[in-house]
Structures are given as C-alpha cells and as structure tokens.
C-alpha cells in the first residue's frame, strides 16, 4: 500500500540543526516490544522501513536489536543519520542484513561544528560509506543546503574528493543530478526546504503531497501520523501500539486528509503551508 513507512525509534538527537524544526515532545527511545508491535503492524503495507522522523537512530540503545527484528521481519530497511557516530556504530550496521539504505545528512555539520575536525569527520562517513558500500548497502551523502553555505560546501567536495581520489567537479550526474563518488555511494544535492507550519515560510500553498498515499510515519510514542514532516505530531491518526492499522488508515480525518490530496485541496492548514510539499504542485 505504501512506498515505504517511517518509524521513530528515538526523538534523541545529537545535534542541534538550524535547519530542522527539532521536537518538544519527551525525549525517548522506542522500546524493542514496542517496535516490533509496529513493525508487525505495518509489514503488510510496506517492504521498505525507515528509522527515523526526529531523532539521530544511531542513539538507539539497542539498534542491533532493532535492525535484527527488521531482518526478521523481511524489511528493507533505511537508516538516515547526521554521521557522527559511524566508526563508533559501523560494527553494528555492517553486520545487519536488513539495512538496504544509508543516508548521511552532512549539511548537519554547518550548525554544530562539532569538536570533530571536518576531515575526520568525512573520512569516518567516507569510510562507513565504503564498508558499507561493498556489502551491498546504497549509500548517498546528502548535501540538502544548496546556496547556503557555499564555502563549507566546497571544502567538503574538496575533502570527499580526496578521500576517494576523484575530482567531484568531473563527476557526471544521474537523471536527478546525483553524482556517484564510489560504488554504490552517491553525492545527493537539494535546496533547504521549510518545514509544515513554519512562520517563516512564504511560499506557495501546497497543493498535493505523497503523506497516506506513498508514506506513513509513526512516532517513538506510537502516534501515526500521515508524513514523516510531522515531527511533533500535530496530525495524529491513532496510535499504533493500541489501534488496528486498518482502523488507523479508516479514520474520519485520514480519509479526509487523503481525499483533499485527490482534489488538490489539502484539507489540514499544515499541509497547506508546507515548503516541501509545494514543490509537488
């Protein structure tokens, strides 16, 4: 029924991005009896399960656990994380089957210049990259800040360049403007976007989005939400731990919220000021 289905196994996070809305949600991490109620829960409608919404899932205390459950289950599963603790969790995601996809959002580092120099930094992601990579995992280094921070982004492709021995300049890009670095590993390039319900945001209103029609999202307390946008939960269907999906997904205000996409009329105010959503329009 969907794409792919978004559970949040931690709201914890590491960094604190300027770019990311964050959560005033309580901090926690999923439990594992918890996650494998919504995983049993949503394997029906999905092959493809990502560990996050908020949250760094690296910071999962039993992330093993988590992604064996995955594999049980016959997920493929996609993990995004800001990269930080690759060398520390590489063991951990090397010998997990299930993990089909790893993202690397480096356009995290502008916010927090962490402790850790830049070039340790990108030589842990570029190496967890390569691990990876060569069992079998797609890996892409996301640089979602396009126009931002120009001169960051050049040291960075300066530094990806090295560490791979290419020149990034050269490489060419795929039908979405994709460059590959090494096997299997991709420098993936986007505008910043602004969050659903932003003030600041002063765009277009959205017309259509792919929330209950491609994706589902559940949060670390078990509330389903339509999108993985909606990191504080302001559009709660039910919740996951207590509910049947089909309960869920029958809901007086999911048929709405899906029926609106279908007349390009978003029937909930956040949808309709949301600055990624518009660009479907």
């Not at 949040?8 to 770019?19: A, G, M, R, S, V």
């Not at 809305?21 to 919504?38: E, I, Q, V, W, Y």
């Not at 999905?46 to 992604?67: A, F, I, Q, R, S």
């Amino acid at each position: 029924m969907f794409n792919r289905a978004y559970i949040e196994i931690t709201n914890l996070c590491n960094f604190h991005c300027d770019f990311c809305p964050g959560t005033t949600r309580p901090p926690m991490a999923m439990r594992l009896s918890d996650f494998r109620t919504a995983a049993e829960k949503l394997r029906p409608l999905t092959d493809y399960l990502y560990l996050h919404v908020m949250g760094e899932p690296l910071l999962h205390p039993d992330l093993d656990k988590v992604l064996a459950i995955c594999r049980e289950l016959g997920f493929k599963t996609c993990i995004t994380t800001n990269g930080l603790l690759l060398p520390k969790k590489l063991d951990i995601l090397r010998d997990a089957p299930a993990l089909h996809k790893l993202s690397i959002s480096l356009h995290s580092y502008e916010s927090n210049r962490p402790d850790v120099p830049l070039e340790t930094y990108l030589r842990g992601c570029v190496d967890a990259c390569d691990v990876m990579g060569q069992r079998g995992t797609v890996c892409t280094l996301r640089l979602w800040n396009k126009g931002a921070e120009p001169q960051l982004n050049g040291e960075i492709e300066r530094i990806l360049g090295e560490l791979a021995g290419v020149d990034t300049r050269l490489l060419p890009r795929d039908g979405v403007g994709n460059r590959r670095l090494m096997y299997r590993t991709y420098i993936e390039e986007a505008q910043r976007f602004r969050w659903p319900g932003d003030p600041e945001y002063t765009g277009p209103d959205a017309e259509y989005c792919y929330g209950l029609r491609k994706q589902i999202a559940v949060l670390c307390d078990g509330t389903v939400v339509p999108c993985c946008l909606d990191g504080q939960g302001r559009l709660k269907l039910g919740n996951i731990f207590f509910q049947r999906m089909d309960e869920i997904l029958g809901s007086h205000r999911a048929v709405c919220i899906r029926q609106g996409f279908d007349r390009r009329q978003p029937y909930e105010e956040l949808c309709r000021r949301c600055g990624y959503a518009a660009r479907f329009n």
